[in-house]
């Protein structure tokens, strides 16, 4: 009689030790150093190193000793009435963010000012400028630059986004809210001293600042220094950023419209995985119960 538990020795759906590998090398390598978990999923199956859920690389790091918190969050809580957005997005260029923020320079009291158009369903940055200014001529270069990069000029006007702001001098300026009109824009305003109103955009700054590569500061000297590392980081975030509020996608692909394509592919790859855990840990199971 023996007091072996029933059943078989490996559990046919378990993660493979070549797939363990794949992750335990991958994290080792400096690229991915700052990503978080569900980056480390998405970033290592698009590359076809391995298709592992975060919570299973979750498990695989922690039964080695390497996992640390990565990024510090942020959070920040309002009240009172909202913005009139749109009561559900279904695609890009229905509701737009901006907003503002200061840049730090090696100078005393003197900043940059970052000035970004964010696409609330896409989390896409359709138009950003690096600035030396506050002034309402600033917000206005930004609307328009977004505005002629999103292709809207023969859009009709019901068609057109609604676009968020804060209260700030900038966004309740006259010709602002005249060029707003003029395009077919509908602009509203979040409440005073209330960041929730305007979540996406907040979110986006403090992606911007806890970025690994962001330096903190820029020259006070030379505003195209902090024009050059925006450019490099906008096109990563557009282009390359895993980003959590849309499933993991980047915004560009959630832009045009193929993020629904990437998840099914996404999912096809994981099931297949399974199947694969399941074979491997079927044979072993076998030659273990043969007694070889």
């Known amino acids: 009689m023996n007091n072996y538990k029933p059943g078989p020795k490996h559990s046919v759906h378990a993660i493979m030790p070549s797939e363990k590998q794949a992750v335990l090398d991958y994290v080792q390598l400096e690229e991915t150093a700052d990503y978080s978990l569900h980056v480390l ?25 390497l996992l640390s918190d990565r990024r510090p969050l942020f959070r920040r809580t309002g009240a009172g009435k909202k913005p009139n957005r749109p009561d559900e997005l279904t695609g890009p260029n229905q509701c737009w963010c901006w907003d503002l ?21 896409s989390r896409k940055v359709v138009a950003w400028r690096i600035s030396p200014s506050l002034m309402q001529w600033e917000a206005k270069a930004l609307i328009d630059s977004a505005y002629l990069a999103e292709g809207l000029l023969d ?10 702001n804060d209260r700030g001098a900038q966004m309740k300026a006259k010709p602002v809210k005249q060029m707003m009109r003029d395009l077919g824009l509908t602009q509203t305003f979040s409440r005073p001293r209330t960041p929730n109103d ?3 955009i907040e979110s986006l700054f403090s992606t911007v600042k806890t970025a690994p590569d962001y ?8 505003i195209q220094v902090a024009r050059d590392y925006f450019d490099q980081y906008f096109r990563w975030y557009n ?6 509020g849309i499933g ?5 692909d959630k832009h045009e419209q193929r993020a629904e394509a990437i998840l099914k592919k996404r999912k096809e790859c994981m099931t ?9 840990w079927s044979s072993k199971n076998q030659i273990t119960g043969s007694g070889l």
């Open 101 to 121: 923020s200061y840049i730090k320079t090696d100078l005393k009291r003197m900043f940059w000012y970052l000035y970004a158009m964010l696409d609330e369903w």
């Open 239 to 244: 282009y390359d950023h895993f980003h959590s």
């Open 41 to 65: 999923a998405c970033k290592g199956a698009e590359q076809g190193l391995f298709y592992i859920s975060a919570s299973a690389i979750w498990w695989i790091l922690s039964d080695k000793g």
């Open 155 to 164: 859009v009709p006007r019901d068609l057109l986004p609604v676009v968020v």
């Open 198 to 200: 305007n979540p996406f």
């Open 248 to 252: 993991y996608i980047h915004p560009i």
């Open 272 to 280: 297949n995985q399974r199947r694969l855990r399941k074979l491997y």
């Open 215 to 222: 330096p903190g500061w820029f020259p006070g000297s030379s």
